[in-house]
């Protein structure tokens, strides 16, 4: 898939290379198309920022209940003036990364184990299916008396999320294989394993990076869930603490903060995906 | 000249929970040192199978192979095998595809522990010097660090040729191999690859739908019946000196003769079954 970005500066490679004046017009009107929509995007943010500012201003809602971005920006600074706030985000941030890379090499390696053998496959699959629809946040409050309240709890949450989908998932890949792949490695004379290193992990290193794009979110799901649950500290915390205490400023900003982990966790992994094509 | 391959009534099914289905029935034929053999038929008629079987990705049901007289499984012979597309992978340079053999006969890291004895390093310096010598004499040097999709069909399946041959494999199974090119590639690789494969004299069993294709590369030509599979007739092609490569026996007038007899060869198969 090409980036926005990569298509421009391709066009104005070729461009230089035969300089036709409709190509030209071409890339002019394709510049001021991508300017117009950043414009229109920037707008529709502040357009939207502005007019909750302005109509807690003038009392149409209620600014207890509504809250106001101006409320959120002085509670974000008091929080960041005695560093509470990073202490929390650091802590949703270690949990979720935490219970990610341990997603990620469970369901590769358990995806592997029921690649390599069919029957083994065949066997737990009505199990996986299951334990993949079944709503996790039913699981928590099991985990808790489990476990404990502790962050311990809160990273199985997120894990047993994001993995049964992702070993399905992984797995259905793996099995996709091209067969006269494997055909040509078993020709050559290798075995199994060489079929696993040569073909099947870098054949499946996109299937990997585009599930890691959907774990990450999941993890983080399991992390708010878990935080909800059985926490003293992190955003999912903060915003049962704040839902509790009435505190409608605090709890937006964890959510508004919420949202720019997740879009910069994903992001994260969107340029891994792109300097590996590369 | 000696035989090389040697099938004795080789048989062979597909299991299924739906049934049973007899791809090759009661098979026999063989193959001289250096010759280069072709098998045509009808689709479906168990050409794959019997490729397969050959180089042992099957395990026949019934029947035997021969390797220079030894049984297949004990024969200590290699066998290259090339695919109907070439299956370079992406994510190698040229020059690590067609190594690629190579890699999975000498592991180097699967003892960790154990040196590579002099000998064996010596060995693995010639299969390097060997592989360059190759891609030179192929025309492919300059694409060594080059990616397989930066390569033209042609160039490719000729990467995939070499791949096969830095085994130096005493048989080459060739399954459709140019199947998945447009036409007129199909005729300049086929021309290549078959010059290539003559003039190291390797035996070769090229399996094909296409019966121009078959003559224009073949020593002798098997037809098989459909399925299942039964030997229908083996026919002796012989263009003369001065008509080697295929290209000039496509235009020799031997030519048509050839194709009529082996066309009605299979159009006869086809009324009776």
Excluded at chain 1, 40 to 66: G, Y
Excluded at chain 2, 154 to 183: H, N, V, W
Aim: proline residues 3%; contains cysteine.
């Amino acid at each position: 898939m090409k980036q926005p970005c990569d298509f421009l500066s391709e066009s104005v490679r070729i461009a230089e290379n035969a300089v036709s004046l409709r190509q030209l017009e071409y890339l002019a009107a394709e510049k001021r198309r991508r300017t117009q929509i950043r414009i229109v995007r920037t707008m529709l943010l502040v357009l939207f920022l502005a007019l909750w500012e302005l109509m807690t201003q003038l009392d149409l809602i209620d600014s207890f209940i509504f809250s106001s971005p101006s409320r959120i920006l002085a509670c974000f600074l008091q929080m960041a003036a005695d560093g509470s706030i990073f202490m929390h985000i650091g802590i949703t941030l270690l949990e979720t990364l935490a219970s990610f890379f341990l997603t990620v090499i469970i369901a590769v390696a358990a995806a592997v184990l029921l690649w390599s053998s069919r029957s083994l496959a065949e066997v737990l699959e009505p199990y996986l299916v299951m334990l993949n629809s079944l709503p996790k946040s039913a699981m928590a409050p099991l985990l808790i008396v489990w476990l404990g309240n502790s962050t311990r709890t809160i990273i199985v949450a997120a894990v047993s999320v994001a993995v049964f989908g992702s070993v399905l998932t992984l797995h259905t890949g793996f099995m996709q294989t091209d067969a006269d792949k494997i055909r040509l490695i078993t020709s050559l004379g290798g075995t199994r394993r060489d079929v696993l290193t040569k073909v099947l992990i870098p054949a499946s290193i996109p299937l990997i990076i585009s599930n890691m794009k959907v774990n990450v979110g999941l993890c983080l799901v399991g992390v708010i869930i878990g935080e909800f649950l059985s926490a003293r500290a992190g955003l999912g915390y903060l915003i049962i603490y704040a839902s509790q205490v009435f505190k409608m400023d605090l709890l937006v900003m964890s959510i508004v903060i919420l949202c720019l982990v997740s879009t910069a966790l994903y992001q994260l992994i969107s340029m891994l995906e792109k300097r590996i094509k590369d | 000249m000696k035989t090389k391959l040697e099938v004795k009534n080789l048989s062979y099914s597909y299991h299924e929970s739906t049934g049973e289905t007899t791809a090759l029935s009661h098979i026999s034929f063989d193959v001289r040192d250096g010759e280069f053999f072709a098998v045509v038929g009808p689709s479906g008629c168990g050409k794959s199978t019997l490729l397969s079987l050959l180089c042992g990705l099957l395990k026949p049901e019934e029947g035997s192979i021969l390797i220079d007289g030894i049984p297949r499984e004990k024969s200590r012979a290699v066998i290259g095998y090339m695919l109907q597309r070439d299956h370079l992978f992406e994510w190698r340079s040229i020059l690590s595809n067609v190594s690629l053999g190579l890699e999975i006969q000498n592991p180097r890291h699967r003892f960790p522990f154990a040196r590579a004895n002099a000998a064996r390093r010596q060995t693995e310096e010639q299969n390097r010097r060997d592989l360059l010598q190759m891609l030179r004499t192929y025309g492919l040097e300059a694409f060594r660090d080059a990616r397989p999709s930066q390569l033209s069909g042609g160039m490719r399946q000729r990467a995939a040729l070499i791949r096969t041959m830095a085994l130096k494999p005493d048989i080459l199974l060739l399954d459709e191999p140019f199947s998945a090119l447009d036409y007129q590639t199909r005729l300049e690789v086929c021309d290549d690859i078959s010059s290539i494969i003559k003039t190291q004299k390797k035996t070769a069993v090229l399996i094909t739908h296409d019966l121009s294709e078959a003559i224009s590369v073949a020593d002798r030509i098997l037809v098989l019946t459909a399925r299942p599979g039964r030997v229908k007739t083996i026919l002796n092609i012989d263009f003369g000196p001065g008509a080697e490569r295929p290209l000039e026996r496509r235009n020799a007038p031997e030519f048509s003769n050839y194709f009529n007899q082996l066309w009605k060869e299979l159009k006869y198969d086809e009324t009776t079954v």
